[in-house]
């Protein structure tokens, strides 16, 4: 089985052509970009709104919980049969799939927004408010750049779910690297199966370790620690900023030997 998989990964035909794995890969991409681009648009304005106002909120749950049990795959055939006939073309097949994939995104994003938000030290709010910031300015220069570590976190939870899912756009004859899977399966190749699977795996990770590098370019380091790992550093060192009980107590050791000293005088 291991030499049948390395032998179809190896294979110079499986990596060219409409139906080469680069072609599967920016296929699998695009439905990936195109969903999470759509549920982010939808999931962060209501999370922010939510997490400021405080509004909301039990609703928001208990949709998210139902939308989290939904079966992916019966939605997705629901959706073909509802829209379907009234589309044209691939966007018979294109829209079902996408929005099928929209409503598995929106959970985790929404969710880790509207924590984020909620979750700000209210001291940090009190402070920007006394400043005589505007609700909207509390929210666009305290509340969001303080909630994007959890922000980031639900894109990249999303991401990773949306990769995982998108093959079953290949059971509605749509490409991807689901295609491998499901043609696999019908001409009993398992080999294919295997290097299908392995791909998506591999796609998943790469993209999580660009969202990681993302993360870390737009999250303050303040939120990171990344600026207290430095001073640590700086400390084991040798440097080590100065403390000014030292000198209080140096003064106060002289001036009691010069006290204790000065009668032998």
């Known amino acids: 089985m291991i030499s049948s998989l390395l032998g179809w990964l190896s294979d110079p035909t499986h990596w060219s052509g409409p139906e080469g794995i680069p072609t599967r890969i920016v296929e699998h991409l695009a439905y990936t970009a195109l969903t999470v681009l759509l549920a982010a648009l939808i999931a962060i304005p209501l999370g922010l709104w939510i997490g400021h106002t405080g509004k909301g909120k039990v609703a928001v749950v208990n949709l998210l919980n139902g939308a989290r049990s939904i079966p992916t795959l019966g939605l997705l055939f629901l959706a073909i049969i509802l829209l379907g006939p ?14 099928v994939l929209v409503v598995l995104a929106i959970p985790p994003i929404l969710a880790s927004t509207y924590s984020g938000v909620e979750q700000v030290d209210p001291a940090a709010r009190d ?27 639900g894109l990249r939870s999303a991401t990773m779910q949306v990769i995982a899912t998108a093959t079953i756009a290949a059971t509605v004859s749509i490409g991807g690297l689901g295609r491998y899977l499901i043609d696999g399966q019908a001409a009993r190749d398992y080999a294919q ?16 370790l660009v969202l990681t590098l993302v ?24 440097i080590r900023p100065s403390d000014p009980s030292e000198g209080t107590t140096s003064d106060a050791t002289s001036t009691t030997t010069d006290r204790t000293t000065a009668p032998a005088a």
Not at 86 to 99: E, I, N, S, T, Y
Not at 127 to 153: N, Y
């Open 127 to 153: 402070a920007a408010k006394g400043m005589g910031m505007t609700g909207a300015q509390v929210l666009r220069q305290v509340e969001v750049p303080c909630a994007m570590p959890l922000i980031m976190s």
């Open 86 to 99: 009234r589309l044209q073309g691939d966007a018979a097949f294109l829209v079902p799939v996408v929005l």
């Open 193 to 208: 199966m295997a290097g299908g699977g392995i791909l998506v795996a591999l796609l998943a990770l790469a993209v999580d």
């Open 215 to 238: 993360q870390r370019l737009v999250v303050s380091r303040g939120l990171t620690g990344a600026t207290t790992s430095r001073r640590n550093r700086a400390g084991r060192g040798g």
